[in-house]
């Protein structure tokens, strides 16, 4: 089966599974999908260049992918809030990912609350999820910490020559455009540009609805993982070059808007601590003046590049 993100009914980066079982009803509904990690998939090549890695946000991609083949919806599901994720070990290239998911069924129906358990093929736990993906309904207001950013103006605090060398991602993956405010080892505030021309786009059919052309809410996470990066390393004055910044828990996020083509993306990130090579930070997710996310807690640590390329070739043993 072909894994080109041209296959989806709906913007995505890539086809982040390949295979989705029938769902099994017993005592409740379960299910089991798969995918293998592959360089030449959309977006892959950027992350990380010399050492492909599957991001962790492609596993919420994946969950949502299997509800909408699943229930054969025909408006996109998405994911609507993401109660906790932990990401156990790296996820390299050629490493068959099998997803174990239970779901429970909500009350506002055309949603479920998704249990998942992600495993390599050699046994060895990847990650475990728990969210709830499904049809969007009424969207319902986030309180945010914070006044929208700031409308960008004049010269960037942080150019995009700059973040290419600060962050270890490239097109298409490279998914944010400025810096506009840094609050050194406290806040920092980014633009991401989204545009019609952007891969997750390419070859959707014609006659589709604006639903089908929002953004995936996969990379705009991300890209806020990006600027919570950016505000670790460019705040602390330290460029880790022999390090891989790598997402290690999110706790608390809630998505009730989405990001269309023309508009710009904003991530306001609060650094919360910082100890012993792991950071806690949150904070929010804007388009103009409208809050659609707001994000609790995102746990990253910084692990040694060979510790990661070691996982690589134990799992081709």
């Not at 990847?126 to 309180?143: D, I, K, M, Q, Y």
């Not at 003046?289 to 060979?306: G, K």
Request: aromatic share 6%.
């Amino acid at each position: 089966m072909s894994c080109a993100a041209a296959e989806m009914p709906f913007a995505a980066p890539l086809r982040a599974v390949d295979h989705v079982g029938p769902l099994e009803r017993g005592t409740g509904l379960r299910l089991r999908a798969a995918k293998r990690v592959r360089v030449e998939d959309p977006y892959m090549v950027g992350h990380f260049p010399g050492l492909t890695m599957l991001p962790a946000v492609f596993l919420l991609e994946g969950l949502r992918q299997t509800v909408a083949r699943a229930f054969d919806l025909d408006v996109p599901p998405e994911v609507l809030r993401i109660h906790s994720v932990r990401l156990l070990a790296p996820m390299l290239d050629g490493d068959d990912i099998d997803f174990a998911v239970d779901l429970r069924p909500q009350p506002e129906g055309n949603s479920w609350e998704l249990h998942a358990r992600c495993t390599r093929s050699d046994g060895t736990p990847v990650a475990a999820l728990r969210l709830v993906v499904g049809v969007p309904g009424a969207e319902r207001h986030v309180s945010a910490a914070a006044a929208p950013p700031e409308p960008t103006a004049g010269v960037p605090v942080i150019d995009h020559v700059r973040i290419r060398e600060l962050l270890p991602v490239r097109h298409p993956m490279l998914l944010v455009d400025r810096v506009d405010e840094l609050d050194p080892g406290r806040r920092i505030v980014t633009t991401k540009a989204v545009t019609g021309s952007e891969p997750c786009f390419q070859a959707l059919p014609e006659g589709l609805t604006a639903a089908h052309y929002a953004y995936p809410r996969s990379l705009a996470f991300e890209s806020f993982g990006q600027s919570a990066a950016l505000l670790w390393v460019a705040g602390s004055g330290t460029d880790v070059p022999d390090g891989v910044l790598m997402l290690a828990a999110i706790r608390g996020c809630r998505f009730v808007g989405d990001v269309q083509p023309g508009e710009s993306m904003r991530h306001v990130v609060r650094l919360e601590h910082l100890s012993a090579g792991t950071c806690f930070m949150s904070g929010s997710i804007w388009a103009g003046a409208r809050c659609i996310a707001e994000v609790d807690s995102l746990i990253a640590v910084n692990r040694p590049r060979t510790e990661v390329q070691g996982a690589a070739s134990v799992a081709a043993c």
